[in-house]
């Protein structure tokens, strides 16, 4: 199993941990490749990876390696702590910069046998909502099938959370693990994904606004 953990933050807190054990858990026949967001500059907006590709975006040769174990993957892991009730800056960074590759662009056909894994820890309030955040925008790459995994672990680092927490979030991971391996290789879009492919394959037989698009979907026999 190949997978590609993508870390949203630079230090190992509680959601760094959280991940690791699920690494943990997959570990006997996986083949890791791990990444860190921080030193990503801002996307500018230019809109050159959109209307000319990708190769042109100022950021490529930071963010390219990224991208490219994201293809080879079969296995999609981002994480990021609860910020203010979103991902951290830093991550969001990261997804600004793969906005060409989303379904109503660019999508990498290999997407739809991705499964992605979403994680997020907070002392209090706002994992489950940073864990949807990060995984719609795997669902917007075209990734079939995304696992949240938010926990509320009331504490300010790793070693303050109760081992009775700890218990409980390891069951939870060891049960995601478990499925993760039923499915990998496994995966199909579900109706939503088709429905969403369909909705923007109809836009891109329509509209010849953006040439470099339009080549990557005739080239995928899509259109």
């Not at 830093?90 to 739809?112: C, E, G, N, V």
């Not at 504490?155 to 060891?174: G, L, P, Q």
């Amino acid at each position: 199993m190949k997978i590609v953990v993508i870390h949203g933050q630079s230090h190992k807190g509680s959601t760094y941990r959280v991940t690791r054990l699920l690494m943990d858990e997959l570990s006997e026949t996986a083949e890791y490749k791990e990444f860190t967001t921080g030193e990503i500059q801002p996307c500018i907006g230019c809109f050159s990876c959109v209307v000319k590709g990708e190769e042109f975006c100022p950021q490529r040769a930071v963010v390219a390696p990224i991208i490219m174990a994201i293809e080879e993957a079969e296995l999609i892991l981002i994480e990021s702590p609860n910020y203010c009730m979103e991902m951290s800056g830093q991550l969001k960074t990261f997804f600004d910069h793969m906005a060409y590759r989303w379904i109503s662009h660019r999508p990498h056909p290999s997407m739809k046998n991705k499964i992605g894994v979403a994680v997020s820890t907070t002392a209090g309030m706002g994992a489950k909502g940073t864990a949807k955040s990060i995984a719609r925008q795997m669902f917007y790459w075209g990734v079939s099938k995304t696992y949240c995994l938010p926990f509320a672990v009331s504490a300010m680092s790793w070693e303050e959370v109760k081992a009775e927490k700890k218990s409980k979030i390891t069951k939870v991971v060891k049960k995601t693990a478990g499925k993760i391996k039923r499915k990998i290789r496994k995966v199909k879009p579900g109706i939503k994904s088709r429905f969403m492919f369909q909705i923007m394959r109809s836009m891109q037989k329509n509209s010849t606004w953006n040439p470099v698009d339009r080549k990557h979907w005739e080239e995928n026999g899509w259109i």
